[in-house]
């Protein structure tokens, strides 16, 4: 017989006690979060959700999955990982309402080498926190726990959200020469171009505990600002009427996202100068001496979201969005052409 002794999953490096206590502290989190339509808790093989108890009759399902970017190696390395978990849901949500859908549930996955519960319960009620914001559940998600696959105190994160809409309401619709382009502000960066804002910070020689150069607090902390969630102000807008497209200004910035949203034959004419860029965009293109283009097509340089509105019903949605706690600015118009024209210059 054999003296050897049998090597458990744990000595693998693969800790299910663990995985369990991490369940039964975010299921609070979870609770918060629910929602009608919401069917069962978190632990099942699969999660329900019912569109007939949220209200809708004939509904159509829009998904959207994305993560946060190198943002993460940030809140990693500063140890601030509660925000990126609101991040995640609002790159995912605010996707869905530019169809025109009502964000209903959100799954997560948390992978990472070693799982530490206290970092992962944080970032989860992050995410929770941003399923609130958005009117979203989470209904479950999966945490994976993978020797050998990520350095020591590393994780990665990605997120996919279902919403719905009635069927023959989608977005775009009806967008036409002469709409008003409004833009709502961001908070920040938001959570694209981090690859470029970490190079642009290495080249500045500052640490991310340093002073922030444009802001109150350290530079790691304001650059983990996280994404403004849109759903509620933007779902109420495009409710009250007028509203012909939504887009979500992420990857590739104004230059690159506005026309995903315009039918052939219309481009989006935007005035740079009718609004501040934010502090925190002046400091990036300084520091690393970017051009402006340049600026366009990897930020959002302040401007988050952008509506096109019929002309007879902006000045109803401003006030509406307004009224909602936006920053909202006419940014430009809808004209004949195709892609993005710019006049004046960001200040």
């Not at 002309?311 to 993005?340: D, F, H, M, N, S």
């Amino acid at each position: 017989m054999s003296d050897k002794t049998g090597i458990t999953y744990a000595e693998a490096g693969v800790d299910i006690d663990a995985g369990n206590a991490l369940v039964e502290r975010i299921k609070p989190a979870a609770r918060r979060t629910d929602r009608p339509g919401t069917m069962a808790g978190l632990g099942g093989f699969g999660a329900l959700f019912d569109p007939k108890a949220a209200g809708f009759e004939d509904p159509v399902l829009v998904a959207a999955t994305d993560g946060v970017g190198t943002k993460l190696r940030i809140a990693i390395d500063t140890g601030h990982v509660g925000g990126v978990g609101i991040d995640l849901v609002a790159m995912c949500v605010n996707d869905l309402v530019c169809q025109g859908a009502e964000p209903l549930f959100f799954l997560d996955y948390f992978a990472t080498g070693k799982l530490d519960t206290d970092t992962a319960a944080r970032v989860v009620e992050g995410i929770a926190e941003g399923c609130v914001q958005a009117r979203c559940a989470l209904i479950g998600g999966e945490t994976a726990e993978m020797p050998g696959m990520y350095p020591a105190g590393d994780f990665d994160l990605a997120g996919f959200a279902v919403g719905a809409m009635e069927r023959g309401t989608a977005l775009p619709d009806g967008v036409a020469q002469g709409d008003v382009l409004l833009g709502l502000g961001s908070d920040g960066v938001h959570s694209n171009g981090y690859s470029l804002v970490r190079r642009i910070v290495e080249m500045s020689g500052l640490g991310w505990d340093a002073d922030c150069p444009w802001g109150e607090g350290t530079l790691g902390a304001t650059l983990l600002a996280p994404t403004r969630l849109y759903v509620r102000p933007v779902l109420d807008a495009i409710r009250a009427g007028g509203v012909h497209a939504a887009a979500h200004i992420t990857g590739g910035g104004l230059t690159e996202n506005l026309p995903r949203v315009l039918p052939d034959g219309l481009g989006a004419e935007i005035d740079l100068s009718a609004w501040q860029l934010p502090r925190v965009f002046g400091w990036l293109r300084d520091e690393g001496g970017m051009e402006e283009a340049e600026m366009l097509k990897t930020f959002n340089c302040g401007i988050g979201m952008v509506l096109a509105v019929d002309p007879l019903r902006a000045e109803a949605i401003e006030k509406l969005l307004a009224e909602a706690g936006e920053t909202v600015t006419r940014v430009g118009r809808v004209a004949a052409g195709q892609g993005v024209s710019y006049e004046g210059s960001l200040a």
